[in-house]
Structures are given as C-alpha cells and as structure tokens.
C-alpha cells in the first residue's frame, strides 16, 4: 500500500475519530452550563443595535469552544501515550512532533485557556464588563505573538517571507514585526467574526481544509493529521452551532482558532494568501476599523452596526442568508488561495 494511501486512511480515522469525540462531550458541557451557569450576557448600553438584534439570545449557553478543545485533547492525549505504551494502532496515529506540532498544538490550547479566563471572567463578574478590555487582550496576545515569533527565530530559523518556494529575505527584525502583526490581525479578526450562529466555525472550516491539503501535499502528514483533529472536532461542534445554536463558542474558541490559524499559515507558507483564504476575516476586521475612523474623524457611522454582518442584519437579512453567503465567499476565497498556492509549487520554480 503506498504512502499517500496509508496517509489518507490515516487522517481520515483521526478526523472521523475527533468528530465522534466532540459529539460524546455535548452532554458533559451542558452538564456544566447548568452546574456552573454559562451562558451568555448581553448589555444593552455598550450596543443598543446589536442588543435589539441579539435580545433573544439572552442566556444561550457559552464556551462551547470548550467542546473542540477538550476533544482535540483527549484524542492527541490518547494516541501519544499510546506511542509511548508502543501500543502500535495508536501510536500509528499519534501526531504530536516537535518540528511539525509542537507550536501549533501549544498555541491552540494556551490561547483556548486565555480565551476560557476571558470568558470565565465576563460570566461571573457583577459589573457590565463583559471580559478582558481590548488593551489587556492585546498585551496578552502580544506576549504570545513574541513567543511565537521567538520560536520561529531561533527554532526554525525564520528570517524570511515565503509562498512556498518563493523567499523574501526580510532580516530577523522585520520578521518578527511580520509575525506579531498578522499574528495580531488574524486572531482578532477571528474574534471579531464570531457573532452570528455557525458563523466563525464554518469559514474556519474552509481555512482549515486548505491548510490540510497544503500540509499533506507537502508531506508535513503530522501538522495534516492535527489539522485534521481540529477538523472533525469543529465539525461536530457546527453541528450544534448552526441557526438556531444550541450554544455558543465563546472566546474559548474563537481565539484558540483564530490563534492556530496564524501559526498554521507560516507553517504552511501561506501568509501572503491570508486575505484571499479567509476573504471575511477582512471584510469584518476593514468594517470596524472603518467604522472607528469615520466616528473620530467624521463623527458619523458608515454602517448601521459592527462588525458588517451586524449591520446587515440590521438592514433585515435573515441570519441564516448571511452566514450562508459569508461560508461561500470565504470557501471560494479559500480555494482560489489553494489554486494559486499549487500553481507556486508546481510551476513557480
């Protein structure tokens, strides 16, 4: 049997095996909402537009990420230890690695952890401070960023742009402002994409099939494998997600994707793809930053709400239309980036 084929069946088994998992730990999370009330919050003095539109979402149950973090812990936690207990159908399976997983397994559950206090800390406090404010986040996942950053510099010895075989030697300082910027700009713009029900997980999804093929095409087949994990668990977690969701996944989750999506595409070599891969990304981060601007400097609003899918909402699309189209746009962008990625690697040297 040859690679490619052992490869498949195996990313296929770990994908199907992290979508069984997540679905198994549904009834455990809501055990918790209830134990420990986890659901959401909403202010009507820090968004009248948003509360008019989102009221009846009033105590949904949050965190939800917790779902696919928990099942892509179990998962890689059983089959490592089952390499080191040379038990061989699970060792077969086990993907962690220090080139190919280390960092973006560690990104994934930090920024998940982060993301969980975060959320934790909005639920339980008394006063309309519904988390983390912008400034803590951003010394927080900074931090982080360096951490990265620093990992890529002296680990993998990073000074350099890429797009697979193309190389833009950029010195070790621009490297690290590169890194801590798109770093920065993705895992917030993953934040800021998480409003609407199904919304953040299924254009994570598109994102994420790319980076799979990307990997597996490269023969990074570990970083395929966790990719695939990631997959299958987000998958189950949509399941519940969609309109109307059953909960919601919080900062917990959209943080830890948007996170992982980063580390994933300097891994891949696909930064310079980023804005036509995740195409909504842009359009929801642009609307805000356009929105921020034009109240300082003109003292007017460009929409009737931020970010955009808040504001056509507001307009009176229903909330299915709008998740439906911003998938396709984004899966469209996702494969076009693919494309043009595979084109670089065949016929670009």
């Given at each position: 049997?040859?690679?490619?084929?052992?490869?498949i069946?195996?990313?296929?088994?770990?994908?199907i095996?992290?979508f069984?998992?997540?679905?198994?730990?549904?009834?455990?999370?809501?055990?918790?909402v209830?134990?420990?009330?986890?659901?959401k919050?909403i202010?009507?003095?820090?968004?009248?537009?948003?509360?008019?539109?989102?009221s009846?979402k009033?105590g949904?149950?949050?965190?939800?990420?917790?779902?696919?973090?928990?099942a892509v812990?179990?998962?890689?936690?059983?089959?490592?230890?089952g390499d080191?207990?040379?038990?061989?159908?699970l060792s077969?399976f086990?993907?962690?690695?220090r080139?190919?997983?280390?960092?973006p397994l560690?990104?994934?559950?930090f920024?998940?952890?982060i993301?969980f206090?975060?959320?934790?800390?909005?639920?339980?406090?008394?006063?309309?401070?519904t988390?983390?404010?912008?400034?803590?986040?951003?010394i927080i996942?900074?931090?982080?960023?360096?951490l990265g950053a620093w990992?890529?510099?002296a680990?993998?010895?990073?000074?350099?742009?890429?797009l697979?075989?193309?190389?833009?030697f950029v010195?070790?300082?621009?490297f690290?402002?590169y890194?801590?910027?798109?770093f920065?700009?993705?895992?917030?713009s993953?934040?800021?994409?998480?409003?609407?029900?199904?919304?953040?997980?299924?254009i994570?999804?598109?994102i994420l099939?790319a980076?799979?093929?990307i990997?597996?095409l490269?023969?990074?087949?570990?970083?395929?494998?966790?990719?695939?994990?990631?997959?299958?668990?987000?998958?189950?977690f949509l399941?519940f997600?969609?309109?109307?969701?059953?909960f919601f996944?919080?900062d917990?989750?959209?943080?830890?994707?948007g996170?992982?999506?980063a580390?994933?595409?300097?891994?891949?070599?696909t930064?310079?793809l980023l804005?036509?891969?995740?195409p909504?990304?842009?359009?929801?981060?642009?609307?805000?930053?356009?929105?921020v601007?034009?109240?300082k400097?003109?003292?007017?609003?460009?929409?009737l709400s931020t970010?955009i899918?808040?504001?056509?909402e507001?307009?009176?699309l229903p909330?299915?239309?709008i998740?439906?189209?911003?998938?396709?746009?984004n899966?469209?962008?996702?494969?076009?980036?693919?494309?043009?990625y595979?084109v670089?690697?065949?016929?670009?040297?």
């Amino acid at each position: 049997m040859s690679e490619t084929v052992v490869q498949i069946f195996r990313l296929s088994f770990i994908g199907i095996f992290n979508f069984f998992a997540a679905i198994l730990l549904v009834p455990l999370f809501f055990k918790l909402v209830a134990r420990f009330n986890l659901r959401k919050k909403i202010y009507k003095e820090d968004a009248p537009v948003f509360q008019s539109l989102h009221s009846k979402k009033q105590g949904t149950p949050t965190m939800g990420g917790l779902i696919f973090l928990l099942a892509v812990l179990l998962t890689t936690s059983i089959f490592y230890l089952g390499d080191k207990l040379k038990i061989e159908f699970l060792s077969f399976f086990n993907f962690v690695n220090r080139r190919e997983t280390f960092l973006p397994l560690f990104a994934f559950f930090f920024s998940g952890f982060i993301g969980f206090l975060d959320d934790l800390f909005g639920l339980k406090t008394n006063s309309k401070r519904t988390g983390l404010r912008i400034k803590e986040k951003l010394i927080i996942y900074t931090s982080l960023a360096i951490l990265g950053a620093w990992w890529f510099v002296a680990k993998l010895n990073f000074n350099f742009i890429n797009l697979d075989s193309l190389f833009f030697f950029v010195g070790t300082f621009w490297f690290i402002f590169y890194f801590i910027f798109v770093f920065l700009a993705v895992s917030f713009s993953a934040n800021e994409t998480d409003g609407l029900d199904g919304l953040l997980a299924g254009i994570s999804l598109s994102i994420l099939f790319a980076h799979l093929i990307i990997a597996f095409l490269n023969q990074d087949y570990h970083l395929a494998a966790f990719i695939s994990s990631l997959i299958g668990s987000l998958t189950a977690f949509l399941w519940f997600n969609v309109y109307p969701a059953k909960f919601f996944m919080g900062d917990t989750g959209s943080m830890s994707l948007g996170v992982t999506i980063a580390i994933l595409s300097f891994l891949s070599g696909t930064t310079l793809l980023l804005p036509l891969m995740a195409p909504i990304f842009v359009l929801e981060s642009g609307s805000v930053i356009l929105q921020v601007l034009s109240k300082k400097i003109r003292k007017k609003k460009i929409f009737l709400s931020t970010p955009i899918h808040h504001h056509f909402e507001a307009k009176g699309l229903p909330e299915p239309t709008i998740v439906f189209r911003f998938w396709v746009v984004n899966a469209i962008g996702s494969i076009l980036a693919t494309v043009i990625y595979l084109v670089i690697k065949f016929y670009g040297s």
